[in-house]
């Protein structure tokens, strides 16, 4: 590729970003989203909106850091939202799905109800995630090295970061061999791969998405995995051995890893040098899981999304249906971590020098 040709590339990374969803994908460009499914039917339906970050309300939330605590958390409400709306688009909330049971239930109780089940299912989903990742891990390697001097830690910290790593990579493997997710990480790689095409600045079409990587050192798996690293770093410094009292205090230093991951990630996503491509690998490796090859019709999906997110770019939509009530109205609406957004977000486009095995 020419300078000239690298120049007139480059000025599209970290424009678009994306996120898998129930036989779709979501796609974000600056303050505007689409999100694109797939229906029963074979036809494509589609939803859109603007949104404003925190991050871009309040200054304070920008600050580095705090920014990586502030997207986290919006990505999390957003992938809830999104992945709400994918069901609703593509039917598995409707009424004839419902039984006699569910029925009389939302009658009696109406909405109440069910955020009071969410509430509680993100609750456990919480719990089981801080007994996983944080006290299992401490409390095996206690039983493993005993007590200690109760200093400085490298060995500690090491056993639990190798046991988190392998609960997590084993966590993905199983839930991967399941036939819904296998699709949701099939339109993962659609999502990345849509996104490098547009990256290389070549024209979108499936068959071009097609020849792209299908990974990209932004992605939410990589940041989770990065985050993995630096729990392994900061768990050296913290000087408790009692299984509570350790794995209390790296709950309170969540955050930190956290702002100091996002941090890691967008860094990588803007520079290709050696640094970023070695403490990069292990994401990208665990892409290999969380992404798969998507066929012609979810690139379709996932192209049409990224030009819903760019209607300035590429024009209205055509062939597509409006799949519900659009959001531009709704500022509060919250921004993803998404691929390649450069106020930061997950992200799946690759490194054209990435394989796509």
């Keep these: 590729m020419s300078k000239k040709e690298k120049k007139n590339v480059c000025p599209r990374l970290g424009k678009v970003g994306g996120q898998a969803v129930l036989e779709g994908v979501m796609m974000r460009s600056g303050d505007r989203w689409c999100l694109a499914v797939r229906e029963d039917e074979g036809g494509i339906a589609v ?60 009658e009696k109780f109406g909405d109440k109800l069910l955020k009071v089940i969410m509430a509680i299912a993100t609750v456990l989903g919480i719990v089981l995630s801080v007994g996983l990742f944080i006290l299992l891990p401490t409390f095996v ?24 790593i392998g609960i997590f990579v084993l966590y993905i493997f199983l839930v991967g061999l399941m036939p819904d997710i296998k699709r949701t990480f099939q339109y993962h790689g659609a999502e ?14 499936p068959a071009n998405a097609a020849t792209c990587t299908r990974f990209h050192p932004r992605c939410g798996t990589s940041f989770i995995f990065v985050m993995l690293i630096l729990s ?20 309170l230093l969540l955050p930190i890893t956290v702002g100091l991951g996002f941090e ?4 990588a996503g803007r520079h290709d040098n050696v640094l970023t491509k070695i403490l990069s690998a292990p994401g990208l490796w665990m892409q290999r899981l969380t992404t798969k090859n998507p066929d012609e019709s979810q690139l379709e999906i996932a192209i049409t999304a990224l030009k819903g997110a760019m209607p300035d770019e590429f024009g209205p939509l055509e062939g597509v249906h409006r799949g519900g009530e659009t959001n531009e109205e709704n500022e509060d609406a919250v921004p993803p971590v998404l691929d390649g957004d450069e106020d930061g977000a997950e992200t799946g486009a690759g490194n054209d020098s990435e394989g796509d095995n």
């Design 141 to 164: 390697t206690r039983l493993s090295l005993g007590k200690g001097d109760g200093t400085f830690q490298p060995l500690r910290a090491l056993i639990e970061g190798v046991l988190k």
């Design 264 to 267: 890691f990630i967008m860094y």
């Design 192 to 205: 990345h791969k849509s996104v490098a095409c547009y990256e290389k600045g070549l024209e979108l079409t």
């Design 232 to 251: 392994i770093i900061i768990s050296a410094f913290i000087p408790f051995t009692n299984t509570w009292l350790r794995s209390g205090v790296k709950f």
């Design 47 to 106: 939803r859109d909106g603007e949104y404003v970050s925190l991050r871009k309300k309040h200054k304070f939330c920008n600050i580095p850091i705090i920014r990586g605590v502030i997207n986290f958390v919006e990505m999390l409400k957003l992938s809830m939202d999104m992945l709400t709306a994918s069901a609703e688009m593509i039917g598995l909330e409707t009424e004839e799905t419902e039984s006699k049971f569910d029925k009389w239930v939302s």
